[in-house]
């Protein structure tokens, strides 16, 4: 046996059953971001594998979850539909099963941890994403109401009200944020907005 093998083995046999599973958690979750690199750099058949061995060992039901612990397996669920919903806006073919996916991981997330803005907000934009604006809007309106002094969820309601065509209420949110705390997108979209109101008024034609 290798020195650092044997360290190895020391090591694990002091941590208590709580840290062994962490310590398993934290190295699946790092392999299925190799997977997830593995899948952008074009290796998609061994990064999709990698990711799947992952997700199937961290959420095997009545071991992982209650193991891991509550706040661990939270972050787990939205990191797992933040996944899911970056890998659809690549647009590749089936995209929409993955954006479908995402909401899945969302869905579960907003059951374990009804009070995270961020949550709702993130399923609101899939549904954006698939064309199902109308359906989104309920989303946005509950991330509004956990977080209403966010900005970043203030410039994501203002962009659901572009997708929606209300042009005065995208003005509304995009202000808005600025007004809670100065980000770059919610300026260069107000700029943007502005200029579109300003050429549909007739104040750009000669």
């Known amino acids: 046996m290798t020195i650092p093998l044997a360290l190895s083995y020391t ?12 310590c398993a958690y934290c190295v699946l979750t790092m392999l299925a971001t190799v997977g997830v690199s593995l899948s952008r750099g074009g290796i998609l058949a061994t990064g999709a594998m990698l990711v799947d061995f992952c ?8 071991y992982w979850l209650p193991a891991m612990g509550v706040m ?4 787990a669920l ?44 993130r399923y609101g934009m899939c549904l954006d994403w698939l064309g199902e ?24 309601v203002g962009r659901h009200s572009m ?9 509304h949110w995009f202000q808005r944020s600025l007004d809670l705390d100065w980000e770059e997108p919610a300026f260069w979209s107000l700029n943007m907005l502005k200029d579109r109101l300003a050429d549909r008024s007739g104040l750009y034609k000669k």
Request: aromatic fraction near 12%.
């Open 11 to 22: 090591l694990m046999s002091r941590l208590t059953p709580t840290m062994k599973v962490l």
């Open 163 to 171: 997708e929606l065509g209300d042009y005065p209420a995208a003005q």
């Open 78 to 121: 939205y990191n797992l539909g933040e996944y899911y919903r970056l890998l659809s806006l690549e647009g590749n073919p089936g995209y929409q099963v993955q954006a479908r996916q995402a909401l899945q991981w969302y869905g579960k997330s907003m059951a374990s941890n009804p009070l995270d803005a961020f949550v709702p907000m």
């Open 55 to 62: 997700l199937a060992l961290l959420f095997q039901p009545g």
């Open 72 to 75: 661990a397996g939270l972050v």
């Open 133 to 156: 604006t109308n359906e989104a809007s309920s989303y946005f309106d509950l991330a509004e109401k956990l977080d209403p002094n966010n900005a970043r969820v203030a410039f994501f």
